[in-house]
């Protein structure tokens, strides 16, 4: 199967300061990307769809100003957290889909943000 | 995407088949059965998908129903490291869907 990566693997950051979290797919182009938050003990929720070269498109609630997706290249999304707090700790995961892989998608293994 | 139906939790004596259940009576007629997993502090990881007959592949074997209400994920010879979260989605094949996750059945394999 393809394989997606995410960069990094984890992160500390300081409440007010910014992250970028990276996700690559490795072996294929991707058409579209998705992100996905998990908090402790509960299951992922779909955050964000990107398609290259558009605009994210944003699930209910969650807030594209504070939440920014580029999808600017077939194989590179970042989603940065601005202005992080506390509570957006997270286990934030992306996945892949596109090429010939057609409508599977590949999870990247994931990023672990904690904002003291 | 229609909505699935799991245990919370199950048990697994190691080297014993896991059977994993899942309902989906109101799957559509052209909607997948996924499975997929997440072990601790992991990315999902794909398991094995199906449409209507069963399936197999290395890591598990798929059984749904005739009707396709319900579906079993078997992993014949259960190991610690099967220990995780099996989510069971539906989904139909097409660009503009994705995988929405329920709550899924945590499994632990038990030495």
């Known amino acids: 199967g393809a394989v997606v990566s995410q960069h990094p693997s984890w992160v500390i950051c300081k409440s007010g300061t910014s992250v970028k979290i990276e996700c690559r797919s490795l072996?294929?182009?991707?058409?579209?990307m998705f992100w996905y938050r998990q908090f402790p003990k509960q299951s992922l929720m779909l955050m964000a769809t990107?398609?290259?070269?558009?605009?994210?498109?944003?699930e209910q609630g969650v807030e594209k100003d504070k939440f920014l997706i580029n999808h600017a290249s077939l194989t590179l999304s970042t989603l940065t957290v601005t202005s992080a707090h506390p509570e957006d700790s997270s286990f934030y995961i992306c996945?892949?889909?596109?090429?010939?892989?057609?409508?599977?998608?590949?999870f990247g293994p994931g990023t672990r943000l904690t904002v003291t | 995407d229609a909505k699935t139906t799991q245990p919370t939790s199950m048990d697994c004596a190691e080297g014993r088949a896991a059977n994993l259940p899942c309902n989906h009576s109101?799957?559509?007629?052209?909607?997948?059965v996924y499975w997929y997993r997440q072990i601790h502090s992991q990315g999902p990881q794909y398991i094995i998908h199906?449409?209507?007959n069963n399936e197999t592949n290395e890591m598990a074997s798929l059984i749904i129903t005739e009707d396709r209400k319900s579906s079993t994920l078997i992993l014949p010879h259960a190991t610690l490291r099967d220990t995780a979260v099996y989510y069971c989605i539906v989904r139909v094949d097409s660009y503009g869907q994705n995988f929405v996750f329920g709550p899924g059945t945590r499994l632990s394999v038990l030495p």
């Open positions: 990107s398609n290259e070269g558009s605009k994210a498109t944003y």
């Open positions: 996945s892949a889909r596109g090429g010939d892989y057609g409508y599977e998608q590949y």
């Open positions: 109101t799957i559509s007629g052209n909607e997948y």
């Open positions: 072996d294929f182009q991707a058409t579209t």
């Open positions: 199906g449409l209507k």
